[in-house]
Every structure is written in C-alpha cells, then in structure tokens.
C-alpha cells in the first residue's frame, strides 16, 4: 500500500510538473465567450470553444504581438454536421480599416461533405486573395497540425507536414509586413456564408458545437517600441523560410486535387482584370 501511494505521488508530481509546463491558454491569451479548458492524460492543455444559438461562439486572443514568426496548433474540429459553423486560427493587427491579417478559417459543412480550408492574407486592408481546399480527411476524427509561417518574404501555410500555398512578397504590392499582429482563434455562426456561400445555415438542433485546440507554439519576434525586433535564437529557420522544390510539389497537388476556389481565376469578382500578383507567382 505504501509504495502504491508513492507511486499515486510520482505519477501526480510528473502530471503536474507538465500541466504547468503547458498551461498555454491564460498564460499567453485572453478568452471571449464559451471558451473551456482541460487537461488530457499526458498533461496538455486543451482549449474548446463552443458554439450555441443562445450564448453564441467563443474566441482567445494573444496577449502579445508579433512582427513575423512561425505559429502552430493542434486542432480538433466540429463533428458531423457542422454546416454553418466557421472554426479559425489566424493573425491580425486589428479590425481597422487598413488592418493586416492571415487567415486560416474552416467553414463547416454537411456530414459526410469535406470541410473547407480558406486561406486569406490581407495587407493595409487589402483583401480578397482567398485560396479554398477541401480538407483530404476528417478534421474531427483527430488532432491535426496547422501552421502559419510569417517573414518578410513570404506567408507559408501548413497542414500537418505538407505546405499547401505559399503567398510572396513583391516590393511593388501590398504585403502585411510593418503592423504586428496577435494571434486568435474563433468559432462562430457563419451561416450567411460559410457553407455553400450561406445555403445551408446552422442546425442548431446538433449544438453545442465544439472544436478544441492544443500544443500551441509562437516561434515569433516580438517589436518592442523604439528598439529593434526581439527575436528568439535561430531566427533563420523561419526568417528566411521559402518553398524548395519538394514543397512547390506539394503546393501544386493541393491546388489540383483539392483546391475548390483560387482568387485568380474568380474573372466575376474581378472585371477590370486579376490582382497583380496573379500573373507573377
């Protein structure tokens, strides 16, 4: 009995020596909403949010912005029938009218459908530079990894290992490279667009909905004002980030197996000729 209690401690000791080493959510953000958090039986942290038609979604927002830096998270999003539903991670400066932004956004869709993936970047305002995919797997049945990687060359988006679009930078063009920008992460009633371009509204008979998020990770410099950039040791691995040759490949499987609407070819949007970033790759 007294070397089970001992080992009742030690387990309880390693378990709460890594639920602090992981307590992510209030250390780092700010919550909004039906936001929960948790710990799983190996000692991460896990943050739901959760979406009803009476108190609404919830959203956690950093407490720190950043100015370029590789930003990841696992997450685990709404199950079945979650048409209407829109779960993101993404980067903003503010909700102004010349704001940046980096968008991952998933809009639910119809058990059985694909859920969407649409990326956005924004610069001084400057949107409507969406590419959509239709996720290759069941983003509900498990954690996935998505990632965001932001330098002055160009933005990287990630699923898991395979980097499925790459937006450059050109002297010329609107980048988002001189406003920081914190880090969030929503879910939310997006029934006016979200699905089928707003065909099929939430059923609120399926809520709550839920999504979690876990393994959170900012490598990112952090502006400080009338100082340079605080940048963690070993910057290059994401400073100078661009695709090699492997990486252009995967960028072009997931354009032509699962991209479901590119900007650039959207000539009903665009009258007066494409952005001009279209014509140059």
Same mark, same amino acid.
């Given at each position: 009995?007294?070397?089970?209690?001992?080992?009742?401690?030690?387990?309880?000791?390693?378990?709460?020596?890594?639920?602090?080493?992981?307590?992510?959510?209030?250390?780092?953000?700010?919550?909004?909403?039906?936001?929960?958090?948790?710990?799983?039986?190996?000692? +991460?942290?896990?943050?739901?949010?959760?979406?009803?038609?009476?108190?609404?979604?919830?959203?956690?927002?950093?407490?720190?912005?950043?100015?370029?830096?590789?930003?990841?998270? +696992?997450?685990?999003?709404?199950? =079945?029938?979650?048409?209407?539903?829109?779960?993101?991670?993404?980067?903003?400066?503010?909700? =102004?009218?010349?704001?940046?932004?980096?968008?991952?956004?998933?809009?639910?869709?119809?058990? =059985? +459908?694909?859920?969407?993936?649409?990326?956005?970047?924004?610069?001084?305002?400057?949107?409507?530079?969406?590419?959509?995919?239709?996720?290759?797997?069941?983003?509900?049945?498990?954690?996935?990894?998505?990632?965001?990687?932001?330098?002055?060359?160009?933005?990287?988006?990630?699923?898991?290992?395979?980097?499925?679009?790459?937006?450059?930078?050109?002297?010329?063009?609107?980048?988002?490279?001189?406003?920081?920008?914190?880090?969030?992460?929503?879910?939310?009633?997006?029934?006016?667009?979200?699905?089928?371009?707003?065909?099929?509204?939430?059923?609120?008979?399926?809520?709550?909905?839920?999504?979690?998020?876990?393994?959170?990770?900012?490598?990112?410099?952090?502006?400080?004002?009338?100082?340079?950039?605080?940048?963690?040791?070993?910057?290059?691995?994401?400073?100078?980030?661009?695709?090699?040759?492997?990486?252009?490949?995967?960028?072009?499987?997931?354009?032509?197996?699962?991209?479901?609407?590119?900007?650039?070819?959207? =000539?009903?949007?665009?009258?007066?000729?494409?952005?001009?970033?279209?014509?140059?790759?």
């Amino acid at each position: 009995m007294a070397m089970l209690r001992a080992v009742s401690v030690t387990v309880g000791v390693l378990l709460a020596a890594a639920t602090a080493a992981d307590s992510w959510l209030y250390e780092e953000f700010t919550t909004d909403g039906n936001v929960r958090a948790d710990y799983n039986a190996q000692g +991460q942290q896990v943050a739901s949010l959760m979406l009803t038609q009476q108190s609404g979604g919830g959203a956690f927002g950093s407490r720190q912005k950043y100015l370029y830096g590789e930003f990841s998270i +696992q997450m685990k999003l709404v199950p =079945g029938n979650s048409a209407g539903t829109v779960t993101s991670f993404y980067l903003s400066s503010g909700d =102004g009218p010349g704001h940046d932004e980096i968008d991952m956004e998933f809009m639910g869709n119809s058990t =059985g +459908q694909p859920v969407v993936l649409n990326t956005n970047v924004w610069a001084n305002g400057d949107g409507k530079k969406e590419h959509q995919f239709d996720l290759w797997f069941d983003p509900a049945a498990d954690y996935h990894t998505y990632t965001i990687i932001w330098n002055d060359k160009n933005v990287l988006f990630k699923v898991d290992d395979l980097f499925i679009r790459s937006f450059r930078r050109h002297a010329d063009l609107p980048y988002p490279g001189a406003k920081p920008m914190s880090v969030h992460a929503t879910l939310w009633d997006g029934s006016y667009w979200a699905t089928q371009k707003g065909k099929v509204p939430v059923d609120w008979s399926g809520a709550p909905f839920v999504v979690s998020y876990r393994a959170y990770s900012a490598d990112a410099c952090v502006p400080a004002e009338g100082s340079p950039l605080s940048c963690p040791a070993g910057t290059d691995r994401w400073m100078n980030r661009q695709l090699d040759d492997a990486e252009r490949g995967t960028v072009a499987w997931a354009k032509r197996d699962y991209m479901r609407y590119n900007y650039c070819d959207d =000539g009903w949007r665009f009258p007066q000729g494409f952005p001009a970033e279209c014509s140059r790759g």
